[in-house]
């Protein structure tokens, strides 16, 4: 639970012990006045009764609300720090394929201006290219969320093309680039943008219902 839930409870907790403390008082002053002006003959006799039992009947609906409000307040908190950790998910994704999709824009770029197997442009981008690969195979399948799991697996089949495309533009004396290939980088770089759309619709949606239960 994060520090901003404490403190809500917290301050909901308060602000149900007050208003259960204000209306016991009045309850309470309302049965004992009612009590004392049916002995005085101010109220009829069975006024004192009546009072009693409206007393009782609000004992028992305190009695009942205050564990279902505490059962209520226990499920939007643990909502709240599931759809916390979704978003954590999916930001910690996008930022993946964002570096990733700029990757193959990159890559996209220097094929067409650097055709040379010599050029330093190339030789950087095929470096990236691996450390990407490298840097996604550290990252375990379960540190996301399970609804991210698809996008992370998807990522690494990406990435293990662009390593073997890198592995391609460091060969001797030039590297062949065929056009069917150059096809396929750039439909891996839509389907990173597909996947980056479909990844900020569920943010949507998923901030949405945070931010509702926040407020």
Same mark, same amino acid.
């Given at each position: 639970m994060n520090r901003w839930t404490s403190d809500k409870a917290i301050r909901y907790g308060f602000?149900?012990? $007050?208003?259960?403390?204000? &209306?016991? =008082?009045? #309850? $309470?002053? *309302? #049965?004992?006045?009612? !009590?004392? $002006? =049916?002995?005085?003959? $101010?109220?009829? +006799?069975?006024?004192? !009764?009546? =009072? %009693?039992?409206? /007393? +009782?009947? #609000? =004992?028992? #609906?305190v009695a009942i609300a205050i564990p279902f409000y505490q059962n209520q307040l226990?499920?939007? %908190?643990?909502?709240? @720090?599931? &759809?916390? %950790?979704?978003?954590? !998910? *999916?930001? +910690?994704?996008? @930022?993946?394929?964002?570096?990733?999709? !700029?990757t193959f824009r990159q890559l996209i770029f220097v094929i067409s201006r650097h055709p040379h197997w010599s050029s330093?442009?190339?030789?950087s981008i095929a470096h990236e290219l691996k450390q990407s690969a490298a840097m996604l195979r550290e990252i375990p399948v379960t540190a996301l969320s399970n609804e991210m799991v698809h996008f992370l697996v998807g990522l690494r089949e990406?990435?293990?093309? /662009?390593?073997?495309? @890198?592995?391609?533009?460091? %060969?001797?004396?030039?590297p062949i680039i065929s056009e069917d290939t150059v096809k396929r980088i750039k439909g891996q770089s839509k389907l990173i943008d597909k996947w980056m759309e479909e990844l900020g619709e569920l943010d949507d949606d998923v901030r949405y219902r945070y931010q509702l239960i926040r407020n």
């Open positions: 602000t149900l012990l $007050w208003l259960l403390a204000g &209306l016991s =008082a009045v #309850v $309470w002053t *309302i #049965v004992g006045s009612v !009590g004392y $002006w =049916a002995r005085k003959g $101010w109220l009829p +006799a069975d006024t004192a !009764g009546w =009072a %009693q039992a409206f /007393g +009782a009947i #609000v =004992a028992i #609906v226990q499920l939007r %908190q643990k909502e709240e @720090a599931e &759809l916390k %950790q979704r978003l954590d !998910g *999916i930001n +910690a994704t996008f @930022a993946l394929m964002n570096h990733f999709c !700029g330093p442009a190339r030789k990406v990435s293990n093309y /662009g390593e073997f495309i @890198a592995e391609t533009l460091n %060969q001797f004396p030039e």
